[in-house]
């Protein structure tokens, strides 16, 4: 007793934390999707490659990659569970790294949401099945099949054509530097989010040169990118999804994390009407609600989804500490369900994947899933902000973007590995 | 999942007779998702595998190819019950432009997606206008709806087969406006249901870009040229990435917004790539000045009627800092020099303060500040305009630090009263706004180069009164207001 009440005046009074029903919740859904009779598993159906990368990264930040891989079947079949094919005899689940594979649209170059076939692949064993048809090849997906990717150390799988992945992502870019989601044309600070991730997951992305000198034979333009972004600031420091479209937290984190890839986070600060990297800060720090919960957009309710959103954009820019980070780290813990496991979007409501995944974000970035391992005697990893993997993956791929410090160049440790730009330097002021 | 009940949502699961219906629409669903991509298959594959080529399952893949209408129908029905899946939207614009084409020509194609075919058919644009009203009806804020709608309508103003000529009038320039306008109406429609609905906002700039995307007449009677006028002589640096200079910029820009080229380059034919925005102009035909500035005053009233409708709308408050820069051009007319251009921007930033904020602030003083911020901020004079008018933008800070001094004397009043009136959890700590509205009017006059001496000690000393208070209102963002507290003293 004694060791806890120490721990607990540490940790302050951060409420019960249901590691164990999380990590059931997220293992158990696959398989509940995967039902032919799941109303869930139907509608969802044609994102089930973000799903899967949302399960991943929010059981990657309770378990080690080892458990991760045995309890998800990351590399290797596990079984499906049930017999829900009327007695033909259990059914093993598709390694999901060989159905990220099946899902590649060989026409486009990228990877679609799914393929044909009820869900998820499935086949009974010693039962021909059908060639999977992957969806159309989209950006969304292209950036979850690869963080799957990354997560499962795959990246160096021989079925991926790195080259065909990156032709498939450079041939959206448009010529005012912003990026289609699809060849249909759909345009969305998003997808140059996702565009930006994607060529550097594939090791494939262009850095601007410091000199200022274009590079000709870059695969993008990565200054066109930037200013397109830049593009879609507002006058309240936020950004929207296509130039004139208001700011929505959501899409800043997407602006914000594209900059911070292209090394370009000094343009924040380079405008002459009046926003600058803090003015964002303080918009991103307004959103937070009387119940710590964080919303998307002034006059509008909190919810969970934002403390990743909000929280790694503040994070990249240096100004977490603007926000009341405890009462944030309590209304994220509210949102548990804690007879079922998984986190909802707000106290009471039903829990998804993607609310677990981006509220385990948000107590990762906080600090606070630390301090509750601190608490339980477990390690959990840490995420990044920028690439939205555990900081481990980023760090065995070397990947390196930017975030701005304000205090003389110190960050903490999960940012380590990035480029550090100096917030109190004139040249950001 | 957003605002799903977890005990309602469990005990619904729960409920056998609600759990099988559920379960029965699942298998529709899959069943009609399986269809639809085999049908797909059949239809795209090049070339009918070898006789004999059964699969284990027993499925013959030499049937016949079905025809893009059986798709169609197909996607229409999903679509229906989900207007999310973008791949089915994908399937749907195959059908609709290439394969209707290979099946005309009987060509073969060994890339049967995207042949090389000239010459894309029109789509007859009804049924895409009804299925996607019908979607975002069901889901208003369908990406893949919504994406829909823009790409239909700028398939069909880029109808390449029409014979466009610039310098005649053409019947289907109404018929464009026609659509276009009644678009409009279906933006307020649903706008009406939800005055924060992010796609519609987007949807309607868009809809009037369209509306405006040809420019004004200019004297050489060139679109290109026209733009060019409008744009070299804009603000373009000055609001460089809002929507004025978006809409003024004319060629890619305008369409480039939302949607763009790699779009319009699939359904191209020669002639047509990027400056298919050039096509959509001459369809719709040239805008007279007086008709771009109807347009956008009706935004501009738009944008009003929705703000005196209720006073927190955001997006409301977004659009209108978007249109000012175009509404100081209207009224600038041919008068250029700086002073005078400033002095009508002073004019609209005052009218902004007394007939919007003003009224706004008195009644719900929390939701309007980030606007005041962009108004103080957009109207802040650069040295050349002149002692004269840095000395009004001055009077004007000042009358904003008197109202807004004036109303935190009356809340108050009312707070010792008792009256404080209940918030929602959005809503920040009581005058919050006001002090803030007051901290940043006190701050910008002390970046003023004219304030008579012996004034910024006051200020300072009142602004600092400000964040004092917002530390104790507002404690959540103390940090942030402490970083304020910082700069006051440096500067």
Redesign the interface.
């Known amino acids: 007793m004694s060791a806890f009440s120490s721990t607990d005046a540490e940790t302050g009074a951060i409420g019960p934390f249901h590691d164990a029903l999380h990590a059931r919740y997220v293992v158990e859904l696959g398989h509940r999707l995967d039902s032919p009779t799941s109303y869930e598993g139907a509608v969802t159906e044609h994102l089930r490659m973000s799903g899967v990368y949302w399960s991943l990264g929010a059981l990657s930040l309770l378990r080690d990659a080892d458990e991760v891989d045995a309890s998800m079947g990351l590399r290797g079949g596990v079984d499906g569970g049930g017999e829900e094919n009327g007695g033909g005899g259990r059914r093993m689940r598709r390694a999901i790294v060989d159905w990220v594979f099946d899902c590649r649209d060989p026409r486009s170059g990228g990877f679609g949401g799914n393929c044909s076939g009820a869900a998820f692949g499935v086949g009974t064993p010693g039962t021909a099945t059908t060639t999977p048809c992957p969806h159309h090849g989209h950006l969304l997906y292209t950036l979850s099949a690869l963080q799957i990717l990354a997560m499962a150390n795959a990246l160096d799988d021989e079925r991926l054509d790195k080259d065909a992945v990156a032709r498939f992502v450079s041939g959206l870019q448009n010529p005012d530097g912003s990026f289609c989601g699809d060849e249909w044309g759909e345009v969305d600070t998003r997808f140059t989010y996702c565009a930006l991730s994607c060529l550097a997951l594939l090791g494939r992305l262009p850095i601007p040169r410091n000199d200022g000198e274009e590079e000709d034979d870059a695969i993008v333009d990565v200054r066109g990118a930037a200013r397109y972004v830049m593009s879609c600031r507002n006058f309240d420091g936020g950004f929207g999804c296509v130039p004139g479209a208001e700011s929505h937290a959501g899409q800043v984190f997407c602006c914000i994390g594209a900059l911070s890839i292209a090394h370009s986070l000094h343009l924040l600060n380079e405008g002459r009407d009046g926003c600058d990297a803090d003015l964002l800060a303080w918009w991103l720090a307004e959103r937070q609600c009387d119940s710590g919960g964080l919303n998307g957009r002034p006059e509008k309710q909190a919810d969970v989804c934002y403390s990743w959103w909000i929280l790694s954009a503040l994070s990249i820019v240096g100004r977490v500490s603007w926000i009341n980070t405890s009462r944030l780290g309590q209304f994220i813990l509210n949102c548990q369900d804690d007879e079922d496991g998984g986190i909802a979007d707000r106290p009471q409501d039903m829990p998804d994947v993607y609310h677990t995944f981006f509220g385990l974000c948000g107590l990762s970035l906080i600090g606070h899933l630390e301090k509750i391992g601190n608490r339980e005697g477990r390690t959990y990893r840490e995420v990044d902000p920028v690439f939205a993997l555990p900081t481990d993956v980023v760090r065995r791929l070397g990947l390196r973007a930017q975030v701005i410090s304000y205090s003389n160049g110190d960050v903490e440790d999960r940012l380590k590995m990035h480029s550090i730009l100096d917030g109190t330097k004139a040249s950001l002021k | ?7 309602e ?2 005990s619904r699961l729960l409920n056998p007779k609600t759990s099988s219906k ?2 029965t ?3 529709q ?2 069943h009609l ?2 269809e639809l ?2 049908q ?2 059949r239809l795209l594959d090049p070339a009918p595998p070898p006789a004999g080529t059964a ?3 027993g ?1 013959d893949d030499r049937v016949a190819k079905p025809s893009s209408k059986i798709l169609l129908t197909l996607t229409e029905k999903m679509l229906s019950v ?1 207007p ?7 399937i749907r ?1 195959e059908m609709l432009l290439y394969i209707p084409k290979m099946e005309e020509d009987a060509v073969v194609e060994t ?1 049967p ?1 995207r042949p090389s075919v000239t010459n894309l058919p029109n789509i007859d644009i009804q049924p895409e206008l009804t299925l996607t009203a019908h979607c975002l009806q069901r889901n208003p804020k369908a ?1 893949s709806a919504w ?1 829909h709608r ?2 239909s309508l700028v398939h069909f103003l880029t109808n390449p087969t029409l014979e466009v000529d610039c310098s005649t009038s053409f019947p289907e320039t109404d018929d464009a406006r026609k659509i276009l306008r009644s678009e409009l109406e279906l933006c307020s429609q649903l706008l009406q249901l939800d005055e ?1 609905n ?1 796609h519609c ?2 949807y309607r ?1 868009f809809v009037v870009a369209l509306l405006g995307s040809c420019g004004v007449r200019s004297t050489s009677g060139s679109v290109q040229d026209a733009a060019e006028d409008l744009a070299a002589n804009s603000n373009v ?7 004025s200079s ?1 809409l003024n910029r004319q060629s ?2 305008s369409m ?9 380059k ?1 359904s191209s034919n020669k002639g047509m790539n ?1 400056e298919g925005v050039q096509y959509i102009a001459k369809t719709i035909s040239m805008l007279t000045q007086e008709e771009l500035e109807e347009i956008i005053n009706n935004e501009w009233n738009f944008t009003n009627s929705k703000i005196q409708d209720n006073f ?1 709308n ?2 409301a408050f ?2 209108r ?2 249109l000012l820069p175009l509404m100081l051009e209207f009224r600038l007319q041919s008068s250029h020099s700086p002073a005078a251009r400033y002095k009508e921007s002073l004019v609209l930033a005052r009218e902004e303060w007394e007939n919007i904020l003003l009224n706004a602030i008195f009644t719900e003083p929390d ?1 309007q500040w ?2 005041h ?2 108004i103080v ?2 109207v ?1 004079p650069s040295a050349d305009v002149g002692d004269e008018m840095l000395l009004e933008y001055e009077t004007l800070l000042f009358e904003m630090a008197d109202s807004l001094r004036e109303l935190l004397e009356v809340e108050k009043e009312n707070g010792a009263l008792g009256n404080a009136v209940d ?1 929602d ?4 700590a009581k005058c919050k706004w006001a002090y803030l509205g007051l901290h940043l009017v006190l701050s910008t006059l002390l970046e003023s180069k004219i304030l008579a001496e012996g004034k910024a000690a006051d200020l300072i000393e009142e602004a600092g009164e400000c964040l004092t208070e917002l530390i104790q209102i507002d ?3 103390r ?2 207001y402490q ?1 304020f507290a910082a700069e006051i003293i440096r500067a």
């Open positions: 999942m957003h605002g799903q009940k977890r005990s949502y469990k559920l379960a629409k699942a298998q669903w899959n998702s399986h991509l085999t797909r298959r699969d284990a399952a499925n989900n999310d899946p973008s791949h089915l939207w994908n614009r890339d997606i990406y994406h823009k790409w924060r992010f906002w987007n700039r640096d000055l609001f460089s990435g809002s929507w978006w890619q820009v480039g917004a939302q949607l763009l080229p790699s779009a319009i699939f990027c927190s955001g997006s977004h659009y800092s978007k939701d980030w606007y911020r962009f901020s957009w802040k918030r959890e959005s809503k920040g404690p959540n963002r940090e942030r970083n």
